[in-house]
T-cell receptor, first 113, second 112 residues
Framework: KAGVTQTPRYLIKTRGQQVTLSCSPI?????VSWYQQTPGQGLQFLFE???????NKGNFPGRFSGRQFSNSRSEMNVSTLELGDSALYLC????????????FGEGSRLTVL | QQQVKQSPQSLIVQKGGISIINCAYENTAFDYFPWYQQFPGKGPALLIA?????SEKKEGRFTISFNKSAKQFSLHIMDSQPGDSATYFCAASDSGTYKYIFGTGTRLKVLA
């Protein structure tokens, strides 16, 4: 069974640009979550989607947005990039259980110059 | 109240020794406490998890100890091996929220 696939794996942007990251969950997993990982901060919850609906959102500015498609694939978008947005963005999929195991992808590493 | 505090930030243990990582939380609504292991260049992977109705859970060399009254839980790695060298994250979830609050991570290095 294929794991969670995230694209692109690495990208470099400049301040003010926007970026879109993509996540393909494990087949059969309908819940997709996004986390931002930075050194010293651990993993910070961005949002969670199930059946194209956002069920929860973390404490990030409105520049961070996401969506989920009918095939459970998800995208997240960051607009007007800031230097502090440089991070590893992790996507995780899980079965539709409130405490279902999170299966993480290898992440998309974003560098903002 | 949503934080999970994890310590130590880094840990060096001799092969065969015991590694202990501690976490503390404030939100009494949390009802699921997993530990994730992350190797460089990889995403975190579930290692072991516990619910607050038990005080201890053991899987092989890995044990979670849970103290509900103190709102603390810890990961014990017995007979630590160089292959255990990784970053470990504790987490907590309120099952009604569909989100996990992660600790800041512990970088473990096991010396051969």
């Amino acid at each position: 069974k294929a794991g969670v696939t995230q694209t692109p794996r690495y990208l470099i942007k400049t301040r003010g640009q926007q970026v879109t990251l993509s996540c393909s969950p494990i087949s059969g997993h309908r819940s997709v979550s996004w986390y931002q990982q930075t050194p010293g901060q651990g993993l910070q919850f961005l949002f969670e989607y199930f059946s194209e609906t956002q069920r929860n959102k973390g404490n990030f500015p409105g520049r961070f947005s996401g969506r989920q498609f009918s095939n459970s694939r998800s995208e997240m978008n960051v607009s007007t990039l800031e230097l502090g947005d440089s991070a590893l963005y992790l996507c995780a999929s899980s079965l539709p259980s409130p405490t279902g195991e999170l299966f993480f992808g290898e992440g998309s590493r974003l560098t903002v110059l | 109240q949503q934080q999970v505090k994890q310590s130590p930030q880094s840990l060096i243990v001799q092969k065969g020794g015991i590694s202990i990582i501690n976490c503390a939380y404030e939100n009494t609504a949390f009802d699921y406490f997993p530990w994730y292991q992350q190797f460089p260049g990889k995403g975190p992977a579930l290692l072991i998890a516990i619910r607050p109705d038990v005080s201890e859970k053991k899987e092989g060399r890995f044990t979670i100890s849970f103290n509900k009254s103190a709102k603390q839980f810890s990961l014990h790695i017995m007979d630590s091996q160089p292959g255990d060298s990784a970053t470990y994250f504790c987490a907590a979830s309120d099952s009604g929220t569909y989100k996990y609050i992660f600790g800041t991570g512990t970088r473990l290095k096991v010396l051969a």
